[in-house]
């Protein structure tokens, strides 16, 4: 049992790791850092000029959505390539054909996305906060820490959705750039999601991240616990049906590719 | 000679428009990122208060940023795409030159993303009644036909730039973005600090822009216009040079190395 277990965690790591290597590993640091901040540090100032222009009286709202939006590109942007990029370069036939079990193999993706997510976001709130002369005087750190490691876990389930789809489909990363693009209007990352129409708002509660960045913004302004347990809850659950809904497509395309014995053509 | 060129023309941006037509990727560029962009700005504005939003930097910029998204990617990828099948080489040894080739290509993404534009216009008078009455129509007409050259020789120096370096690949997200915003696709240049405007001066897209923004506010063709016309032409032709100066760079180097997919 315990030499079990040790498997499923040896073979989530190695997964984990090489994944993540295979995406990254060739680029330099440089090709990295513009790959990871150049289009949502650039959006970011293009928004908050924007916002400036209409008159919008809060810029600190769009600077800070943006930034809480970062690790989209690792949970997300990344997670979604990593799967889809199986069928690409042909490794798909292999993994299928492996005798590994199934969740290890597919959770490992995400885990080292979510780390990278994490720093990135960690990283870049102090620089735009020192930048953009933020007074976070009263910021709660554990819970902000607590609220910042969520987003960068709960970006992953439309992560392993689209990854899934982009084994579907070859035009998969067309759907995943429209849906990452279209997060910047409905979780709250430009504008307050109770400015919002109606529809957009129902449509923002059912996504991953909404409750996570409400509550991340209240963390940043001195609330504490009891103020935002209902919301980090409600991003904890939303994630998990996400990324229950990304595994379970997952398996259903296995069986699917299995029973018509073509791997890497559906 | 005048035959070949305008056939190897017509040949040439038939098969770009194919490719731009049968890539969804085209869809993302042309119409949902500037459409997703334009939403946010609209929103912004009715959470800051105001009834209606500025059509023509709300609305009509979206359109301009369609253009430079689909230029800016098409024009660096079809080239990138070039070195990895190994086409980049074969472009290279025929009889065309390259930036010939790359002038066809950059000329058909351009008038592609055009497309951009004329959606924008379409959502602006069909969904926001925004009305052409009052305009100065002449010059809108050639300051739109001088953003599209500027777009053109920036395209074709980009595409020049790429085949020069692989690592130029890298630049592609610090391209998209800085210059929309930079040269205020979006929003008024004013509103940006004044060293961002400087730097925005050498981009002959931001003078074709403020050209027809000045026209479509019916603003009449004075000496400001032309200025504004003059400088974009001037900073076109700049750029067209440089990539005339890439373009024999990449030549010599495949003629000392014998090799173009390497560099």
Redesign the interface.
């Known amino acids: 049992m315990i030499k079990r277990i040790l498997h499923y965690f040896r073979l989530y790591f190695y997964q984990a790791w090489f994944s993540y290597r295979s995406l990254f590993s060739w680029s ?1 640091p ?2 990295y850092l ?2 990871k901040i ?2 949502p540090f ?2 970011m ?3 908050v ?9 809060d810029p600190m709202f769009i600077v800070v959505g943006n930034i809480l939006m970062m690790p989209v590109t690792n949970g997300l942007y990344g997670l979604s390539m990593t799967i889809g990029n199986e069928r690409q370069f042909g490794a798909m036939s292999y993994l299928l054909g492996s005798p590994a079990p199934r969740a290890p193999l597919f959770t490992g993706r995400a885990f080292f996305h979510i780390l990278d997510g994490f720093i990135t976001i960690v990283v870049a709130l102090p620089i735009a906060m020192l930048l953009f002369k933020i007074d976070f005087s009263g910021i709660n750190f554990m819970l902000l820490i607590c609220c910042l490691a969520l987003l960068a876990i709960t970006t992953t389930g439309l992560g392993f959705i689209m990854g899934t789809i982009s084994l579907l489909s070859r ?1 998969g ?2 759907l995943t ?2 849906l990452g ?2 997060l ?2 409905l979780i709250g990352v ?3 999601i109770d ?2 129409p109606p529809t957009l708002q129902t449509i923002s509660a059912y996504l991953p991240m909404t409750r996570g960045m409400q509550a991340t913004r209240l963390a940043l302004f001195g609330a504490g616990w009891e103020n935002v347990a209902g919301l980090l809850l409600g991003e904890l659950l939303v994630a998990v049906v996400y990324i229950i809904v990304g595994y379970t497509l997952f398996m259903y395309v296995e069986r699917a590719s299995m029973s018509t014995g073509s791997l890497d053509s559906i | 000679m005048i035959n070949h060129f305008f056939r190897l023309g017509f040949v040439q941006m038939g098969v770009q428009l194919r490719m731009r037509v049968l890539n ?2 085209s ?2 560029l042309f119409f ?2 500037p459409a ?2 334009s ?3 609209i ?8 009834a209606n ?2 059509l023509i ?2 609305v009509l910029g979206a359109g301009i940023m369609g253009m430079w998204s689909g230029l800016v990617f098409t024009s660096t990828y079809d080239i990138r795409a070039d070195r990895a099948t190994a086409t980049l080489e074969l472009i290279v040894g025929s009889p065309t030159p390259l930036r010939r080739v790359v002038g066809f290509r950059s000329l058909m993404n351009i008038l592609a993303g055009s497309s951009s534009m004329i959606a924008a216009s379409a959502v602006a008078v069909l969904l926001f009644n925004y009305s052409f009455v009052g305009i100065n129509v002449l010059g809108a007409v050639i300051s739109f036909l001088l953003l599209l050259i500027g777009l053109w020789c920036m395209g074709v120096f980009l595409a020049n730039l790429f085949a020069w370096s692989r690592l130029s690949g ?2 592609v ?2 391209l ?3 210059i ?2 930079l040269c205020g696709f ?3 240049i004013s ?2 600090p004044l060293w961002m405007q400087k730097i925005s001066a050498v981009f002959p897209i931001r003078w074709g822009l403020e050209g027809l923004r000045d026209s479509l506010q019916g603003g009449m063709i004075d000496s400001a216009l032309t200025t504004k016309w003059l400088i974009s032409l001037g900073i076109s032709l700049v750029f067209y040079l440089l990539s005339r100066w890439f373009d024999n760079k990449v030549h010599d180097h495949i003629r000392v190395t014998g090799e173009l997919n390497s560099i």
């Open positions: 330099t440089f090709t513009t790959s150049g289009f650039f959006s100032l293009f928004f000029f924007m916002g400036k222009f209409v008159g919008f009286s035009d990363w067309m750039t429209t693009q279209l910047y209007i430009n504008i307050p400015k919002l | 969804l990727w869809l993302v949902t990122q997703i962009f939403t946010v700005g929103l912004l504005s009715r959470a800051a208060g105001n939003p500025d930097y709300t890298t630049f997200d610090l998209e973005m800085p929309a915003l979006m929003f008024p509103v940006l």
